[in-house]
């Protein structure tokens, strides 16, 4: 043993001399990979765009690079930069250089926390970068940017700015520990340091201080004594017991007994199915025990406990001078008197004249009558108890496969669907059910098969079945309905008929706005028609106003003979039904407009919504003379909102979202339809602001989570078959079918009685660069027909652009640039919203010698 040992200890140093190189190689090769991966993302970020193509073309000796490290550089940079992280890339090259001094036994940093605070960054830094440069340049990345893209589609951009900034806060927060609690210690412990540093400075003797108090009585300053500050204890409040209350406790419900069947549950229209029997079962009749131990009241702690301070005397009350309160009096007085008066006046008028008739314009329209729409027969539909008896049997066959137990099974038949509602046994998931969505489809050899689970408001799950013959919904079956004919609401809009065949209708101004989105061929389009239709058989020409925005420019062309009616356009513009990209904006701008100045005319009437204005009004409340008139309700329909938006983009997308947001109360209210329901169309700013929502079949799930924020349009068998999602549950519905002669029948019906004098006027709007043209009148750039349209106004008094448009056969921005001119130069007056200018000169002779001295 004493031989070996010396033998042993020799050769232990050789030994770890050998093991410990290949910690030292590994070790030194992280480091200068590290110094690599900066100096080649240095080198990248100078000169990306060039060498960003060069990153996969190593092997060409023809190319030339210009990154420091050649070809690896630029493909280092493209890999870990462009497509990665971005400027993030950096702290994979500190964490190799972290990694390398840790193999070397060098530990400069605490490696778990270092590689935490890396990870948190590298997440993080990318995110910001493209929140900040949109994409633009590398220093996001492509994981940078697709994130912020994604986030800011599902939280908006404040959202997104929300997430970032409450992250590194919370960061900051538990790395360097700033919790109220830790900052008022560390804030006591330097108040106590300073102190301290003070009294360690300050003289010990009480000579030092005998200077001081000589100059302060050369000074003649009086020395007053410190108040004196007496501590007492804290006394507990003397508890006071509680003196008994009688109660008078009420007597409890009757019990009622409980006689319930759950197998016979039935329905108008539902069909209820036992295992022996297949015929219709009684109704339902379930009473419930209800009884009730009433609870006896118990005093509140202020009565039971008097333990509140007593009050301070009350400062004595200084009344007002005789003199004062007179003055005050007759001013309160005054303020009675005055609204007393308008109250008077506007009684009088009533009692004179009667409350204000809008209708009056157009006292004998008659309304259209369901006769114009087509009678397609009877639609009551009819029970097949085959069918039901064949789909029951292999919906409960199927889950019994499965291990799935049922307890009670009904059906509901629709339209065009029958909804079986099923109990499960006890103890059976309902995920279980709904994992064997495809199997029931397979199994039932139908199309559009949807499971809901649960049922809202109910215990069951429900199963969405197609029915072999559907049976159509008409237009006139649902207009002709008493629920329609007897609504209330202000407007209303039927859509069609539920599953239960109930006809289904919704308040447009309660929505308050309705996105709708739908494959083509669905049944879109139809479903415009059918709430378009409904607002017309309900309302006057005088409530209700449409603006119409048709880029396919064929859907909604049917509707411009109800131009004097119904329509709304710009004052400049030709055709009532908005075609083109640039006159689009300038509608959406300004219904902006319009929404800001009945704003406006709410406020000076102190009413909170168009309905409440529109009853003062007729109640003679409201002066005209002020500004004040009736205002119709505005409905905006869009019918395909995807080409706005790929023409148009922002520049749509921001006053969309502006009447979206605002326009609800003062009655301006919008239908918006697509055909591609992506996120890039329907953003998050403006889906946030349309609650309502209509999907007919859509292509994929993806589209359905994107109108609905859930699966299941996708699941839709088409022709009008439909999910309406009110902000709350989802419901099915089978769209009223309408067909294009029945819209014409109905628009030549409105069209040929007598309508008002043009269309609707909307405000014009002018937009920041033509109101910045208008300015000091130059003569050099004097239109060539400056003063033939200079007669032209001042003979027909009228300011309008449009009329220059038609008289002198011009565009509009031609047209509108005289109009400027003639602003400058004091022939016109300035713009005036939806009416037309004010022209300052009275007749041609007037204007003659104002154009002669401007000659001169």
């Not at 005055?338 to 009684?347: A, E, G, Q, T, Y």
């Not at 009532?576 to 319009?594: F, H």
């Not at 924020?709 to 999910?723: N, T």
Request: charge should be negative; charged fraction near 25%; proline fraction near 5%.
């Amino acid at each position: 043993m004493d031989k070996n040992t010396p033998k042993q200890q020799q050769e232990s140093p050789e030994k770890g001399k050998f093991l410990s190189k290949p910690r030292v190689f590994l070790g030194l090769t992280c480091i200068l990979f590290s110094v690599v991966l900066t100096f080649s993302f240095v080198s990248y970020l100078m000169n990306w765009q060039a060498d960003q193509s060069q990153a996969g073309t190593m092997l060409d000796k023809s190319i030339q690079s210009s990154n420091l490290f050649g070809k690896l550089g630029d493909w280092l940079g493209n890999i870990f930069i462009f497509e990665s992280i971005g400027v993030a890339s950096f702290i994979i090259a500190f964490l190799f250089l972290v990694f390398g001094t840790l193999i070397l036994k060098k530990r400069m940093f605490k490696p778990w926390k270092t590689v935490g605070h890396s990870l948190f960054f590298i997440c993080w830094l990318p995110i910001l970068f493209g929140a900040l440069t949109k994409g633009q340049g590398v220093l996001s990345g492509v994981y940078g940017y697709q994130i912020m893209d994604s986030l800011d589609a599902i939280i908006g951009s404040a959202g997104l700015w929300m997430v970032l900034a409450s992250s590194i806060a919370l960061y900051f927060i538990l790395e360097f520990n700033l919790r109220p609690s830790s900052i008022k210690s560390k804030l006591n412990d330097i108040n106590e340091n300073t102190i301290g540093r003070v009294k360690s400075m300050m003289p010990s003797s009480d000579e030092n201080f005998e200077a001081d108090e000589e100059l302060i009585e050369e000074a003649g300053i009086a020395e007053e004594p410190l108040p004196k500050i007496r501590v007492t204890e804290k006394v507990r409040p003397k508890t006071i017991a509680p003196e008994p209350v009688a109660v008078t406790v009420p007597k409890g419900f009757p019990e009622v007994p409980v006689s319930a069947d759950l197998d016979t549950i039935v329905t108008p229209n539902k069909t209820s199915f036992d295992e022996e029997k297949n015929d219709f079962s009684q109704p339902l009749n379930i009473n419930l025990n209800l009884s009730s131990k009433p609870a006896v009241p118990t005093s509140s702690p202020e009565e039971a406990f008097d333990i509140r301070p007593s009050a301070p005397p009350a400062a004595p009350v200084l009344a007002p001078a005789p003199e004062e309160e007179i003055k005050f009096n007759v001013e309160v007085a005054k303020v009675v008197d005055i609204l007393d008066d308008s109250d008077r006046k506007s009684n009088e008028l009533v009692q004179r004249h009667g409350l204000y008739d809008h209708k009056l314009d157009l006292a004998n329209f008659q309304m259209p009558t369901v006769d114009l729409l087509q009678d397609y027969g009877n639609e009551e539909i009819s029970i097949n108890k085959d069918e039901l008896e064949e789909n029951k049997n292999k919906i409960v066959g199927l889950l019994k496969n499965f291990n799935v137990g049922i307890a009670e099974i009904k059906a509901t038949i629709g339209p065009t669907v029958t909804l079986y509602e099923i109990v499960p046994e006890a103890g059976i998931r309902v995920s279980a059910i709904k994992k064997l969505q495809d199997d029931i489809a397979l199994n039932l050899s139908a199309l559009g098969i949807r499971i809901i689970a649960p049922m809202p408001g109910k215990g069951t799950i429900g199963i969405e079945v197609p029915r072999k013959n559907p049976t159509m919904v008409s237009m006139r079956s649902v207009i002709a309905s008493h629920k329609f004919q007897n609504t209330e609401m202000d407007l209303p809009v039927v859509f069609g008929k539920t599953i239960s065949n109930e006809i289904f209708m919704a308040d447009l101004s309660k929505m308050p706005h309705l996105l709708m989105a739908g494959a083509t061929g669905q049944g879109k389009s139809v479903g415009i028609n059918a709430i378009l239709t409904s607002l017309l058989y309900k309302k006057h020409p005088s409530e209700l106003k449409f603006v119409m925005v048709d880029p396919k420019k064929v859907e909604l062309s049917l509707y411009s003979k109800i131009e004097r009616h119904y329509l709304a356009k710009l004052p400049d513009s030709d055709d009532a039904i908005i075609t083109d990209t640039n006159k689009v904006i300038n509608t959406l701008n300004s219904l902006c407009v319009e929404m800001d100045m009945r704003y406006d005319l709410l406020k000076n009437a102190f009413c909170k919504n168009l309905k409440e204005y529109n009853k003062k009004f007729a109640e003679r409340k409201l002066n005209p003379e002020n500004g004040h008139r009736y205002l119709p309700y505005i409905v905006l329909v869009v019918d395909e909102f995807a080409d706005l938006i790929m023409t148009a983009g922002k520049e749509v997308e921001m006053p969309i979202a502006r009447l979206a947001q605002l326009a609800r109360a003062v009655g301006i209210h919008l239908i918006v339809a697509t055909q591609r329901p992506s996120v890039n169309v329907i953003t998050g700013m403006i889906k946030a602001n349309f609650p309502a929502r209509a999907a007919f079949r859509v292509i994929s799930s993806v589209d359905s989570r994107t109108i609905l924020d859930s699966p299941g349009a996708d699941q839709l068998i088409g022709k009008g078959d439909m999910l309406y999602f009110n902000g709350n549950e989802i419901l099915r519905l089978q769209c009223a079918f309408i067909d294009t002669p029945e819209v014409e029948r109905l628009a030549e019906f409105i069209g040929e009685q007598k309508g008002y004098s043009s269309a609707f006027l909307l405000p014009e709007y002018v937009s920041e660069d033509a109101t910045s043209t208008v300015g000091a009148f130059d003569p050099n750039e004097k239109d060539a027909l400056f003063e033939e349209a200079a007669r032209i106004i001042v003979s027909t008094q009228q300011g309008s652009t449009s009329m220059l448009q038609r008289q002198l056969k011009l565009g509009y921005n031609r047209a509108g640039r005289i109009m400027d001119q003639l602003e400058a130069i004091g022939i016109v007056g300035g713009f005036n919203g939806a009416k037309a200018r004010e022209v300052l000169i009275s007749d041609l002779h007037s204007l003659e010698q104002f154009l002669e001295d401007m000659r001169s």
